[in-house]
């Protein structure tokens, strides 16, 4: 299972918190995944992007839909891989109406969402995996691992804001201990072949 894309959390009837992640790490990895003989289903945002014909794509909205969506399925999958860039935070309060100019400033008061990736490593059993995504602007290789440990990941892939809707990527995959396994650089078709290999020796074959 892939998580991808960006979400989103409305404000009022037709304005909402979003990111620009465009989908294509997902597709790119699904396609990699689909070429080494495996199944793919996809829990994806709204995106342009066109995912591969032999992945099987479930649409949502918000970050709560992307939860429910992915735990639903993740117990019937081997592993499940976070290249979604899932909102992290929403409003406290949703207004029913379009929300009108009132020549004040507009107070937000927003709540965190709930961590996929974070839900999903910790609800793991023994004979499956997660891999996870840590973009930062900062820190990059730390706060990478800072994840990796609270979220349960088997593995962590780092990069950085300027993969949001871009072609290419440049990417650190970390180990369970923090350490680099490899630097990926290139288009994101390549990244994830690359990903998908190291994923494909590393945890799916190994396990019995």
């Not at 794509?57 to 639903?72: C, F, K, P, R, Y």
């Not at 927003?110 to 999903?120: H, K, N, Q, R, Y």
């Not at 840590?134 to 691992?145: G, M, Q, V, Y």
Request: some cysteine; glycine content about 8%.
């Amino acid at each position: 299972m892939i998580t991808s894309g960006p979400t989103r959390q409305y404000l009022d009837p037709v304005r909402y918190l979003t990111n620009a992640s465009s989908g294509r790490m997902g597709a790119a990895l699904a396609a990699a995944v689909l070429q080494r003989g495996h199944d793919a289903v996809i829990v994806s945002g709204p995106v342009t992007v066109d995912y591969p014909p032999g992945a099987h794509v479930i649409d949502v909205l918000t970050t709560d839909e992307m939860l429910h969506a992915a735990g639903e399925l993740f117990p019937e999958c081997d592993g499940a891989i976070g290249a979604a860039a899932p909102c992290d935070y929403k409003p406290l309060q949703v207004s029913d109406q379009k929300l009108s100019k009132t020549g004040q400033p507009l107070v937000l008061e927003l709540i965190e969402t709930p961590d996929v990736i974070a839900v999903l490593g910790q609800s793991k059993r023994s004979d499956q995996w997660v891999v996870g995504f840590a973009l930062e602007t900062d820190d990059r290789h730390f706060r990478a691992t800072v994840k990796q440990q609270k979220k349960c990941c088997d593995l962590m892939v780092s990069n950085g804001p300027e993969a949001i809707d871009a072609a290419d990527n440049n990417v650190e995959l970390l180990d369970r201990d923090g350490s680099i396994i490899e630097t990926i650089s290139g288009s994101k078709q390549h990244v994830a072949d690359r990903l998908i290999h190291q994923i494909h020796h590393r945890l799916i074959l190994p396990c019995p």
